[in-house]
C-alpha cells in the first residue's frame, strides 16, 4: 500500500513523462543537403532532405534547419512562427559551410524574395548567401528577404546577400537587398535585428540596399557591411502608403549603429539622371524616433540624410552622434527636404561627428546642408573639415529663419579660415569670421586645423594638441552618448572634445 508521500511522488513522475515531451517535442534540429531527399526523415546528415522549402513546410516552433553547403535553386517562404515559450523557427548554415540559395534562371514575381516572412514571429534567419535575382522588367521586383505584414522578434543574422538586380530604367525599376515593410495596422513588425549580413553588387534602380519601411516598431540594424550597391545603403522609411493606416505608415524607434556602408552611388544608375550623385549611405526618409550612432560612412554619394520626401511630413527626433562621414561624392550630412513642396526634418541632433573632405564632386552641397523645412535643429561638437571646393556649410534656403543651433565645431579647409565659404540663409560668407558675424551662429566655433593623425589613409583621430581636444560643449549622455566612435568613453579629461573621437 502506498504512503501519500508515495503517491503524490508517483502523480508527479507520470505528469513530469507526459509534460516533457510536449515541451520539448518540437525542439528538433532538421538538415537539408543537396544529396539529399524530401522521402527522408531530415534528421541527419545522411538523411537529409533536398529542398529548403521542404524543411520549412514541415518545421514547428523551436526547430531548427541546418543547411548543408552548395548551392539551392530555389525561392523559399517561411510559413510558420516561432513562439516565445517554444522558442525560433532558425534556419542556418551547417558548420560553417557555405550554403547558398541561388536564384538564377528563376522569374521574380511582381515584388517578392528569394526568402520570404509573411506574418511571421520569431523567425531567424543566419548564415546563409543569398544572390543571383535579377529581372530586367520593371514589373518585377526580385527582393533578397523579403519581409511583410505584422510579426516580432524577427532575426536576420551573419548572411550574404548580392548580386541582386534589376537593370530595368525609369523610377519603376526597383530590386532590394533586405526589406522590412510593415503592411498591417495596428499590428506592425516589430523586435527587428538585422545584424552581422554582408550586403553588396546590388542594384536596386530607385529602392535601397536595405530598408525598414512602413510599420514598423523597434528596431536594430548593427554590424553590417554594405557596400557597392547603386542606391541607397540603409533607409527607415515614413509616408509611402505602406501601412494601410496612415496613422502608423513611418518607420520608427530603432538604432543605426556600428554599420560600415562604402561605394555607394546612383551615377550610373539607369534609374537616375546622368551624374546624379544622389545615394545616400544612411537615409531616414520620413522615420522617427531613431539613432544613427558610431557608423563608418565613406565613398558614398550624401553620407547621411535625414528629411523626408512627403509635403507636410518629417523626419523626427533623430539623432546622429560619432559616426565618421568622408570622401563622400556630395554633402557630409544633410538635412531638410530636397525641394519647397516635400517635408523637411524636425527635432534632428547632429552631435560629435567627423566630416571630411566630402562633396569631392562639387556639386556644391558643402559638408554639412541645410535644405527646405528644417526646424528646432541642433549641430554641434562636429569636425568639418571641407574639401578642395572649401565648402564648410550650405544653408541656401529661407524658408526656416532659424533651421538649427549651431555652435562648438570645428571648421577647416586648405582654403584657409578667408579661403571658407559658409552660406547661411541664402547669405554666402567668404571667411569665418563674416559667417560667425552675419548668421549669429558658431559663437563658440573655432576654424584651426583638427591635426587628424592621417588624412590620406584616412586616420581621424586627432593628435593630443587638436584644437578639438576639450573643446566642445558636454550635453549629457542622453545626447552625445557614452562612447566615441571607437568604443571608447565619451567624455574624458576635463571636457568632451569635437568629433566623433575622445582623445
Known amino acids: ?48 532532405w533536398r529542398n ?15 543547411v548543408l553547403g552548395g548551392t539551392y535553386n530555389e525561392v523559399v517562404t517561411i510559413p510558420a512562427s516561432g513562439s516565445a515559450t517554444a522558442g525560433y523557427i532558425t534556419f542556418q548554415n551547417y558548420a560553417s559551410q557555405a550554403a547558398i540559395i541561388d536564384g538564377t534562371g528563376l522569374t521574380p514575381p ?29 514589373s518585377k521586383v526580385p527582393v533578397g528577404v523579403w519581409v511583410t505584414g505584422a510579426g516580432s522578434n524577427l532575426q536576420l543574422l551573419n548572411n550574404h546577400i548580392h548580386d541582386i538586380v534589376t537593370t530595368a530604367s525609369g523610377c519603376n525599376a526597383n530590386a532590394l537587398g533586405v526589406a522590412f515593410y510593415g503592411t498591417q495596422a495596428p ?26 519601411d512602413g510599420n514598423v516598431d523597434t528596431f536594430t540594424i548593427t554590424n553590417n557591411l554594405i557596400h557597392d550597391n547603386n542606391n541607397i545603403g540603409i533607409d527607415a522609411i515614413g509616408f509611402e502608403g505602406v501601412s494601410p493606416n496612415s496613422a502608423y505608415d513611418q518607420a520608427r524607434n530603432g538604432t543605426i549603429t ?42 558614398v554619394d550624401i553620407g547621411i540624410e535625414m528629411a ?35 517635408g523637411g526634418s524636425d527635432h534632428v541632433t547632429i552631435v560629435n561627428n567627423t566630416l571630411y573632405k566630402n562633396d569631392g564632386k562639387n556639386t ?67 571667411t569665418f569670421t563674416a559667417y560667425q558675424s552675419g548668421s549669429g551662429k558658431d559663437g563658440n566655433g573655432k576654424f584651426s586645423d583638427p591635426q ?9 583621430h586627432v593628435q593630443s594638441t587638436s584644437p578639438a581636444v576639450n573643446a566642445g560643449i558636454n550635453l549629457g549622455s542622453a545626447v552625445v552618448g557614452t562612447l566615441d566612435f571607437a568604443g571608447n568613453a565619451r567624455v574624458q579629461g576635463s571636457n568632451i572634445d569635437i568629433g566623433g573621437y575622445e582623445q
Open 52 to 66: 529548403i522549402q521542404y524543411a520549412a513546410n514541415h518545421v514547428v516552433a523551436g526547430d531548427t534547419v541546418q
Open 187 to 212: 499590428a506592425s513588425l516589430n523586435h527587428i535585428t538585422i545584424s552581422g549580413n554582408e550586403i553588396d553588387h546590388l542594384q536596386t534602380g530607385c529602392s535601397e540596399s536595405l530598408t525598414v
Open 258 to 299: 556600428l554599420n560600415t556602408v562604402y561605394n555607394i552611388s546612383s551615377n550610373g544608375n539607369p534609374s537616375y539622371p546622368k551624374n546624379c550623385w544622389c545615394a545616400n549611405g544612411v537615409y531616414i526618409d520620413g522615420g522617427a524616433n531613431i539613432l544613427i550612432e558610431r557608423n563608418l560612412i565613406h565613398n
Open 452 to 460: 587628424f593623425l592621417n588624412g590620406t589613409t584616412p586616420d581621424l
Open 110 to 138: 511582381a515584388q517578392g524574395g528569394l526568402i520570404n516572412i509573411a506574418s511571421q514571429s520569431y523567425v531567424i534567419i543566419r548564415g546563409l548567401e543569398i544572390r543571383n535575382y535579377k529581372t530586367t522588367s520593371r
Open 364 to 430: 556644391g552641397s558643402g559638408e554639412f546642408q541645410i535644405q527646405y523645412h528644417a526646424t528646432n535643429n541642433i549641430f554641434k561638437n562636429n569636425i568639418v573639415y571641407a574639401g578642395a571646393q572649401a565648402l564648410a556649410i550650405h544653408n541656401f534656403t529661407t524658408s526656416v529663419a532659424n533651421p538649427a543651433d549651431v555652435d562648438y565645431n570645428l571648421y577647416f579647409s586648405p582654403g584657409g579660415a578667408t579661403g571658407t565659404t559658409f552660406v547661411w540663409n541664402n547669405k554666402t560668407y567668404g
Open 1 to 48: 500500500m502506498k504512503t501519500p508521500a508515495v503517491r503524490l511522488l508517483v502523480r508527479l513522475v507520470v505528469g513530469l513523462c507526459i509534460f516533457l515531451p510536449a515541451l520539448f517535442a518540437s525542439a528538433t534540429t532538421y538538415y537539408v543537403s543537396t544529396t539529399g531527399s524530401n522521402t527522408n526523415d531530415g534528421l541527419t546528415t545522411t538523411s537529409a
Open 308 to 342: 523626408s520626401e512627403h509635403s507636410g511630413r518629417n523626419t523626427a527626433n533623430v539623432t546622429a552622434r560619432n559616426n565618421l562621414v568622408y570622401f563622400g561624392n556630395s554633402a557630409g550630412v544633410s538635412i531638410g527636404g530636397y525641394a519647397s513642396k516635400v
